[in-house]
């Protein structure tokens, strides 16, 4: 899927899914097509993945039909030009929790080239684009998806106002920081952190955002709040993917042999 298709599915209230790539070998984007997925998610704000590198991961993934979405280091605008410019679909900014953030994400996404004293007059609304330059931006930006992390308690606070910024494509739930924010951390099915997303999922479907959430401790979870409007699925990632196989055959292997094994707790088993 191409990322006019993407913003289109998402914009229709349709479902996504996707996964997070960490491998970033030159043969890998061949394997990852196989899983029919709608596109890929790539991090850049925990991942050491340099500029070259995601350029060509970008490139590549979009030649196979699977929207590249990348989240930058932070939520600063030049960090999301450069994502774009090395072939991004559509950026993620992490730990996004005022509206100004997201105003200011806007321009960099939406109404990219400008910069300067003239995008932020456009962006306060003191002025407005003449009609040859709003059509231009207009065009220029119409394959670009912009997409927020809410993950901490201010974000949820602000919500109202962030999904009211226009050009926000879609919401994406973080469950590490925001459990940890909620003050119950790694606690995914207490009910203060269920309530947290529920209420994200339920108030940006209900102002026409996609939401979604990057979730591996669960699929009924996942399959749950999908059923609640949730339309953007981000599935855990190559790297989990490949320790809980990996860890589940191994320890197979090593039971049925009488070996002792030693789970991801340290834990031994007999």
């Given at each position: 899927?191409?990322?006019?298709?993407?913003?289109?599915?998402?914009?229709d209230g349709?479902?996504?899914?996707?996964?997070?790539?960490i491998?970033?070998?030159?043969?890998?984007?061949?394997?990852v097509?196989?899983?029919?997925?709608?596109?890929?998610?790539?991090?850049?704000?925990h991942?050491?993945?340099d500029?070259?590198q995601?350029?060509?991961?970008?490139?590549?993934?979009?030649?196979?039909?699977?929207?590249?979405?990348?989240?930058?280091?932070?939520?600063?605008?030049?960090?999301?030009?450069?994502?774009?410019?090395?072939?991004?679909s559509?950026?993620?900014a992490?730990?996004?929790?005022?509206?100004?953030?997201?105003?200011?994400l806007?321009?960099a996404?939406?109404?990219?080239?400008?910069?300067?004293?003239?995008l932020?007059?456009?962006?306060?609304?003191?002025?407005?684009?003449?009609?040859?330059?709003?059509e231009?931006l207009k065009?220029?930006?119409?394959?670009?998806?912009?997409?927020?992390?809410i993950?901490?308690?201010?974000?949820?606070?602000?919500?109202?106002?962030?999904?009211?910024?226009?050009g926000?494509?879609?919401?994406?739930?973080?469950?590490?920081?925001?459990?940890?924010s909620?003050?119950?951390?790694?606690?995914?099915?207490?009910?203060?952190?269920?309530?947290?997303?529920?209420?994200i999922?339920?108030?940006?479907?209900?102002?026409?955002?996609?939401?979604?959430?990057?979730?591996?401790?669960g699929?009924?979870?996942?399959?749950?709040?999908?059923k609640?409007?949730?339309?953007?699925?981000?599935?855990?990632?190559?790297?989990?993917a490949f320790?809980?196989?990996?860890?589940?055959?191994l320890?197979?292997?090593?039971e049925?042999?009488?070996d002792?094994?030693?789970?991801?707790a340290?834990?031994?088993?007999?």
């Open positions: 899927m191409n990322s006019t298709d993407l913003l289109a599915r998402l914009k349709g479902r996504a899914y996707g996964t997070l790539i491998s970033t070998s030159p043969r890998w984007p061949a394997e097509k196989k899983l029919d997925l709608d596109f890929v998610f790539l991090d850049t704000e991942m050491s993945i500029r070259d995601l350029s060509w991961m970008c490139r590549t993934y979009e030649a196979l039909g699977m929207a590249p979405i990348v989240r930058i280091p932070y939520p600063d605008p030049h960090q999301a030009t450069i994502a774009l410019d090395a072939g991004a559509g950026i993620v992490p730990y996004v929790e005022t509206v100004e953030q997201v105003q200011a806007r321009g996404v939406k109404m990219r080239p400008l910069k300067g004293q003239k932020q007059k456009l962006l306060e609304g003191t002025e407005t684009a003449e009609p040859q330059l709003a231009y065009e220029y930006n119409r394959e670009h998806i912009l997409i927020v992390n993950e901490s308690q201010p974000a949820l606070d602000a919500l109202d106002e962030i999904l009211a910024v226009p926000l494509d879609a919401v994406l739930i973080g469950p590490h920081d925001l459990s940890c909620l003050g119950v951390p790694e606690q995914y099915r207490h009910h203060l952190f269920m309530q947290a997303v529920e209420t999922i339920k108030k940006a479907r209900a102002a026409g955002v996609a939401a979604g959430i990057h979730y591996f401790f699929v009924d979870q996942e399959i749950g709040w999908g609640e409007g949730m339309n953007l699925f981000i599935h855990a990632s190559d790297m989990t320790m809980e196989s990996m860890s589940r055959d320890q197979i292997i090593k049925g042999l009488g002792k094994t030693i789970d991801s340290n834990r031994i088993h007999i």
